[in-house]
C-alpha cells in the first residue's frame, strides 16, 4: 500500500512542481510529514533523496523548448546548491526536530506573505 500512496503522491508533487516551478520540497515536505508520518528530518531528507536523480528532467525540457529556462544560472545554481546541501545538511543534523519543522514552517510563511503581499 506504501508503494501506491509513494507513487500517487510523487505523481501529485511532479504535477505541482510543473506547474509552478518549485522543486517539490515545499509540497513534499508537509505531505510526508503528516501523511507519512515522518519526522521532520526524515521528512527532510527522504525529499533530498528525491532530488539525486533526475526528476525535474521532463518539465525543465518542456520550459527550456519555451524558452523560459535559463540553463546558464540553472547550472550556477545547482552548483552552488551542491556544495551548499553538504553544509545546510550537516547543520540540520545538530538542530532539534521541532526547531527544525519550526524554521521550515518560517520559511515557507515567509516566502508565502511575500509573494502574495508584493504588487
Not at 511532479?14 to 520540497?25: D, E, K, Q, Y
Not at 518539465?59 to 553544509?87: C, E, Q, R
Amino acid at each position: 500500500m506504501i508503494i501506491l500512496w509513494a507513487v500517487l503522491t510523487g505523481l501529485a508533487v511532479g504535477a505541482i512542481s510543473g506547474l509552478v516551478g518549485i522543486a517539490g520540497g515545499a509540497v513534499l515536505v508537509p505531505i510526508l510529514y503528516y501523511g507519512f508520518k515522518m519526522n521532520q528530518h526524515l521528512a527532510q531528507g527522504t525529499t533530498i533523496a528525491v532530488l539525486l536523480p533526475p526528476t525535474g528532467l521532463l518539465a525543465f525540457l518542456k520550459y527550456y523548448k519555451a524558452g523560459n529556462a535559463d540553463l546558464k544560472v540553472g547550472l550556477l545554481l545547482a552548483l552552488g546548491i551542491f556544495i551548499g546541501g553538504y553544509f545546510g545538511g550537516g547543520w540540520a543534523q545538530k538542530i532539534p526536530d521541532v526547531v527544525l519543522r519550526r524554521v521550515f514552517a518560517v520559511v515557507l510563511a515567509a516566502t508565502a506573505a511575500q509573494m502574495f503581499f508584493q504588487k
